[in-house]
């Protein structure tokens, strides 16, 4: 079993940022794609931002490229979310993922799943 603890999330006026944490541990295995998904109330679970296990290549939903950075660390296990330039409709719960494969996280193939952090952005 693998565990995955985020971190990180609050509450940031517009415009401002946040930094979000995801430490793995257990049975880890850096060779997995891992990322992360979001969702605001009364809406579903959408996809993020994914990076393969090797941390060279990166995926970003359409609404946060160029203000979301994914990065990892496979020596601490860890993946982060830097967000910038937030805005209001970045209100969600913020859910870090594992998947089951080494290339890009999807929801169909997603292994394991923090409890997630809640990100707030007011106007």
């Known amino acids: 079993q693998v565990q995955l603890e985020e971190s990180g999330g609050g509450l940031v006026q517009a415009g401002g940022s946040l930094k979000l944490s995801c430490a793995a541990s257990g049975r880890t295995s850096v060779r997995n794609a891992m990322g992360w998904f979001r969702q605001a109330p009364g809406k579903d679970r959408e996809f993020v931002t994914s990076?393969?296990?090797?941390?060279?290549?990166?995926y970003y939903t359409d609404s946060v490229k160029g203000r979301f950075t994914i990065s990892r660390d496979n020596a601490k296990n860890t993946v982060y979310l830097q967000m910038n330039n937030l805005k209001p409709e970045d209100t969600a719960v913020y859910y870090c993922a594992a998947d089951r494969g080494p290339l890009k996280l999807s929801l169909l193939t997603v292994r394991y799943w923090g409890q997630g952090t809640q990100v707030t952005v007011s106007s």
């Open positions: 990076i393969s296990g090797s941390g060279l290549t990166t």
